[in-house]
């Protein structure tokens, strides 16, 4: 009888392993995912900050020449 037993114990942890396994290797696979998600994420951060600081360029370029009457900012106002 305890042979009996110890089998089905043998058969139920190796089941309970590789479903154990299972799940281990799709967390593995969502984490690389999930890292690789995160990079594409930064590329695109890093990309909108550029676009961020163009826009801040143009927009002071702007300020300036509404600041000489819409003036270039190299022209000179000869009196």
């Not at 037993?5 to 190796?14: K, Y």
């Not at 290797?25 to 690789?36: G, R, V, Y």
Request: net charge negative.
């Amino acid at each position: 009888m305890s042979i009996i037993l110890a089998m089905v114990i043998i058969t139920w942890q190796h089941g309970k392993n590789r479903a154990l396994t299972q799940l281990l290797e799709k967390c593995q696979t969502q984490d690389a995912n999930h890292i690789d998600k995160i990079f594409d994420l930064e590329q695109e951060n890093a990309d909108l900050m550029e676009y961020t600081m163009e826009l801040e360029t143009d927009n002071s370029i702007l300020g300036s020449c509404c600041a000489n009457n819409g003036l270039d900012a190299d022209t000179t106002l000869i009196d």
